[in-house]
Every structure is written in structure tokens, then in C-alpha cells.
């Protein structure tokens, strides 16, 4: 009987780590299609943005040669135009209206401006104005400076210039976005470095925010409160996956509350590194906070968690980095504290 007892707690064992591990993965899956949807809807923005700036961009550009043809053609003399491009610089150094109304009502007074001078194409012409903020005044002097045959092609190239410039900022503006997701994404997954590293908690903290940046709404107002912390020896990439956990979890607390605050605060206790990641949800019991890095455990309705996500974080605070981790949780406020060591003794191997 005792070595089928021994074989039967080993086979038991074993099983028991079979559906562990097959867990863990899950979980690590679910993690990895989240961020990959929540990363896809972000790019997705500043890409459609820079897109259709480009499609109008080209428009624009054509309607601006178009209006420089015809001002050849009416033989606008050199000083007159340098006048007129002077008038334009002076439109782009206003800011331009951020009210829609008033940009509205400033299309419509430029407008009957523009008929009452003869000008065709006054609807093209009043939208691109108004939105860089000139005003019927400006026109005025405008007008003075162009013959009345010119008038209109004149207005026209101003238009289009304007225009030209506002696409070329949006177009920088939606890259640089872009750039800033892929480089958000780089320090995020540590894909291009060395496992033990030089980090500053503070980076990775940042780039796990961006990842997680289809969660933070406008409802959601995130308090950054970063102390002066030294650089430490890490495994950076396990913990961002630290913070994206715990983020998670803060969230998905908070996902009833009506004000919802994410706090995270850095700063420096003796040996230590800590980082206190708050959120103003319900909170949670003592004897849920008693069991919450417990494998398995969750309060999670079926299908919406495993129980392995503070498991995990634990695991690789405490035995990866020699750190500690704990939760402090009243009505209305739940933090939970990650200890560092600044000084990194040798790692422990993971599980």
C-alpha cells in the first residue's frame, strides 16, 4: 500500500501543478489580449487622425497651387503680395478659436462678407479662416492690399496656406502619438534588453499607464505623487507586469464608485523602494485582504478573473526581488504597498 500512497500523492502533485501552470497561462493570455486590444484602439486614433489629415492634406495643397496660379496669372504685383503674406503670418501667430459656436458665428460674418465682395467660393474659403481665427476686420485690411480681381484667389491662398499648416500639425501631432505608444510599448515589455537591469520604477510605471490607456477615461483621474527614488537592480519586465495587475485590480474596484481617483505614490524607507498604488473603490474586508494573494482566490464573478493576478505580483515582489507587498483597505480607499530592495541580492529562480 505505501508505494501506491506514494505514487498516488505524487500523481495528485503533479495534477496540481498541471492545472496551476495551466492557469497561470491563462491568466498571462488574458493579460496579453487586453493590452493588445487596449494598445490596437489607442493607435488606432492618432492613425485614423493622421490618415484623413493626409487625404485633406493633399486636397489643401492643390487648392493653394491653384490660388498661387491665379494670382500669377492677375499679375499680382511683388509688393502686393509680400503684403498679403505678412497678413497671413500674422493670422498664424493668433490663437485660433476653441469654441465652436464662436467659430461658427465667425464663419457665418465671414461669409456674407465674402458675397457681399463677389467672391464664389466663399464657403471654402470662410470654414479655413475661421477655424485659424480671422475675422471680418482682417478682411477688411485684406482687401486693400488686392485688386478686386485678385481678391479671391488672394483669400484663397491665404485659406489654403492656413490650412496646409493646421494639416501639417495635426499630422505631426498623430505620429508623434504614435511614436510615443511604440516607444511606451518598447519599455514596457523590456523586449530589447537585458532580464536584470539598471530601471527607474518611475518609467515603468509610466509605459504600463500607456499600455493601459483605454482604461483611463475622463472619469478616471490619475494623481501621480513620485519621490526622489534611486535606480534599482530589477527585473523590469516582471514588474511591469507588477503594476499592470495591480492597476487592473484598482480599476476594476473602482468600476461602481463615483469618484474614482487612481493615486500612486514613489518614495524612498531606508533599504527600501516603495511604491503605494491607491484607488478610492468600496474596499474590500479584512478577511478578503487576509486572502487576496492566495492562488486561486478571487471575488470576481465567473469568467472575470482566475485568482492567480496578486499571486503572480507576489510571487515575483517576494521571491524574485526579495521584496513585500501588502494591502491596507477601509471604505472608500484601498492601497496597495510594494516594497523594493534598493540593494538586489542574487534572484531566485522563478516558479
Known amino acids: 500500500m505505501v508505494p501506491f500512497a506514494a505514487h498516488l500523492v505524487e500523481g495528485l502533485y503533479h495534477t496540481a501543478r498541471l492545472i496551476e501552470s495551466t492557469a497561470r497561462q491563462r491568466e498571462s493570455l488574458v493579460t496579453l489580449g487586453t493590452l493588445a486590444a487596449g494598445l490596437a484602439h489607442e493607435l488606432n486614433n492618432p492613425a485614423s487622425a493622421a490618415t484623413r489629415a493626409a487625404d485633406e492634406l493633399e486636397a489643401a495643397s492643390q487648392a493653394l497651387l491653384a490660388s498661387a496660379e491665379r494670382l500669377i496669372r492677375d499679375g499680382i504685383p511683388a509688393e502686393r503680395f509680400a503684403a498679403l503674406d505678412a497678413l497671413r503670418r500674422e493670422v498664424e501667430q ?129 494623481v501621480r505623487e513620485y519621490g526622489d527614488v534611486p535606480r534599482i537592480e530589477a527585473h523590469a519586465g516582471e514588474l511591469n507586469q507588477v503594476w499592470t495587475k495591480v492597476i487592473e485590480n484598482a480599476l476594476d474596484a473602482m468600476a461602481d464608485a463615483g469618484t474614482r481617483t487612481l493615486r500612486i505614490r514613489t518614495r524612498a524607507d531606508g533599504a527600501y523602494l516603495v511604491v503605494e498604488i491607491s484607488d478610492t473603490g468600496v474596499g474590500m474586508s479584512s478577511a478578503v485582504a487576509a486572502r487576496a494573494f492566495d492562488a486561486f482566490y478571487t471575488t470576481k464573478e465567473v469568467g472575470k478573473g482566475t485568482g492567480l493576478g496578486l499571486d503572480i505580483a507576489r510571487r515575483i515582489v517576494e521571491r524574485r526581488h526579495g521584496g513585500t507587498i501588502s494591502i491596507d483597505s477601509r471604505p472608500g480607499e484601498t492601497v496597495l504597498r510594494i516594497g523594493i530592495p534598493v540593494a538586489q541580492g542574487p534572484p531566485d529562480k522563478a516558479d
Open 94 to 222: 493668433r490663437t485660433a478659436p476653441q469654441n465652436p459656436i464662436k467659430v461658427a458665428d465667425q464663419e457665418d460674418a465671414l461669409s456674407s462678407w465674402l458675397v457681399g465682395h463677389g467672391v464664389a467660393r466663399e464657403w471654402a474659403i470662410a470654414q479655413s479662416l475661421a477655424a485659424a481665427g480671422v475675422d471680418v476686420a482682417w478682411c477688411e485690411r485684406a482687401a486693400t492690399v488686392l485688386t478686386e480681381s485678385a481678391l479671391e484667389p488672394g483669400l484663397e491662398w491665404v485659406a489654403g496656406a492656413l490650412s496646409v499648416a493646421s494639416l501639417l500639425s495635426e499630422v505631426k501631432e498623430s505620429t508623434r502619438r504614435v511614436s510615443e505608444l511604440v516607444a511606451a510599448l518598447r519599455s514596457y515589455s523590456q523586449m530589447d534588453r537585458a532580464a536584470t537591469q539598471l530601471v527607474d520604477i518611475r518609467d515603468g510605471i509610466e509605459s504600463t499607464l500607456a499600455m493601459l490607456g483605454h482604461r483611463l477615461t475622463d472619469r478616471i483621474s490619475v
